[in-house]
């Protein structure tokens, strides 16, 4: 099946048969070198109820050796098959942690106490994340590193005091963690480590609301993706950029509904393919261009991968994008979905490089158009001037938390004072809004 764009251009999408196997539990999607297999981690069952691991060789899927009734998390090449991360039972074995599958049989090198939700190859070394404390009888929290066939710790015991880690990823040399979480030393979501210490990022994000779930380095800078809610004061909604000092965003951010301030459209991944970085998650527009659950960037724009045709219904329907892989040159994605001719699957395929609906290129910041042009005194007792460019027609203030606390009405003002002294102190995100430009500042109260 191709579908056709509204801009006219056809976006290659045909549905991947699964033949007798439903697919279930979807965690993500892996293509393995050394298996020369996209392999689904979940599990199918077949025409009989029984669960397997599968891969997908471009045409057909095939079980890789045992059942399983597993929740298995994500997978990469090691020695000559794939380490496997999760918890359950692979044929009649139990595993928590890590299992080994050397494409004939499984093996289990190395016991964890509890759960791996992730394993990460990044700077040519092993990682394995998860909630564990314990590797073969070693005291190891949360992150271990592979040294020698033996895991080494990387944090210093108790680093975690609330919540978890997502990814990890090596830039510049530096360590860097992401996720939803509290360190011992008041640090949340993001952080460099150093020597088993997590070090706090300089201008760091804002808000009580974030979450990481994806790194990525593309273009010679470190890539954030998850709930990065742009109306706390951060420079991108749910995914911004880093160059080691700071971040900015990455052109358009991403929404449910055309330059809303909400949680909602978060990206839940990254992938980079053929020179581009390729986002998926619950989103349904970069800032105003509609952009359907997956996004390509090239560096300087977006443009829509998943066509509107083919996910939008009438009314608008959407399921978010869950997992996004790739087998070769082709992009395997999961989403539940019936398309016109009724065909009803939840793995699609996409052949090819026509995009869609793309936002146009990213403006400097010489470029990019103002319209605070001044707000004053900041820090503030809560009295406030706000000065515009241009005639402004709506002034929104959130508190930190991303709650709506003051709005009103600019009637196409160039100035207007506003006295926010009923409020508790601290920061809030002043917003402006008019001809077409929303803009937002920090204010601090005090």
């Known amino acids: 099946m191709v579908v056709s764009s509204i801009n006219g251009q056809p976006v290659h999408w ?21 298996l020369g297999l996209t392999v689904f981690c979940g599990y199918l069952f077949n025409e009989d109820g029984d669960p397997y691991l599968a891969g997908y060789d471009g045409n057909t899927w095939q079980s890789l050796s045992d059942t399983i009734s597993a929740d298995i998390f994500n997978l990469v090449d090691y020695e000559s ?14 595993f928590t942690g890590v299992a080994y599958y050397n494409g004939v049989e499984w093996q289990y090198p190395w016991s964890f106490n509890e759960m791996v939700t992730k394993l990460v190859w990044a700077n040519n070394q092993l990682f394995a994340i998860g909630f564990f404390s314990e590797v073969d009888g070693v005291e190891i929290h949360n992150v271990a590193k592979l040294e020698n066939s033996s895991w080494q710790s990387v944090l210093e015991p108790n680093t975690i005091e609330d919540g978890s880690i997502s990814d990890l990823e ?5 360590l860097y963690i992401g996720g939803n979480f509290e360190t011992a030393n008041g640090i949340f979501d993001f952080a460099r480590i150093e020597n088993g210490i997590t070090v706090a990022v300089e201008n760091g994000l804002v808000g009580a609301n974030t979450g990481i779930r994806d790194l990525e380095v593309f273009n010679g800078e470190l890539y954030l993706a998850g709930i990065i809610p742009e109306f706390q004061g951060n420079v991108g909604n749910h995914i911004v950029r880093f160059d080691g000092e700071s971040f900015s965003n990455v052109g358009a951010s991403f929404y449910e509904s055309p330059n809303t301030t909400s949680i909602g459209g978060n990206v839940l991944k990254m992938l980079k393919r053929n020179g581009h970085l390729y986002a998926l998650g ?4 970069a800032g105003s261009t509609s952009m359907y659950g997956v996004a390509r960037w090239d560096g300087t724009e977006w443009c829509g991968v998943f066509g509107s045709e083919f996910l939008q219904g009438d009314p608008p329907f959407f399921n978010p994008v869950r997992s996004l892989g790739r087998y070769s040159e082709d992009l395997i994605l999961y989403v539940n979905y019936e398309d016109s001719d009724g065909n009803n699957s939840p793995l699609w395929k996409y052949m090819g490089d026509e995009v869609e609906n793309c ?32 005639p402004a027609q709506l002034l929104t203030v959130f508190d930190s938390l991303g ?13 207007l004072q506003i006295d926010l002294s009923h409020l508790p102190k601290g920061l809030y995100l002043v917003q402006v809004e008019g001809d077409g430009v929303l803009e937002s500042r920090k204010v601090v109260l005090e």
């Open 14 to 34: 045909t549905m991947i048969d699964h033949g007798e196997y439903t697919p279930w539990s979807p965690r993500d999607i892996v293509y393995s070198e050394n």
């Open 81 to 94: 098959g794939v380490l496997v991360c999760g918890f359950g039972y692979v044929g009649t074995s139990s």
């Open 170 to 174: 090596y830039y510049e040399g530096s």
């Open 282 to 285: 619950s989103f349904y527009y």
């Open 359 to 390: 936002t146009g290129p990213l403006k400097s910041e010489e470029q990019i158009e103002r319209l605070v042009t001044n707000l004053y005194p900041n820090p503030s007792t809560g009295l406030l001037t706000i000065e515009s460019e241009k």
């Open 403 to 415: 709650k709506l606390v003051y709005q009103e009405n600019m009637q196409y003002q160039t100035q």
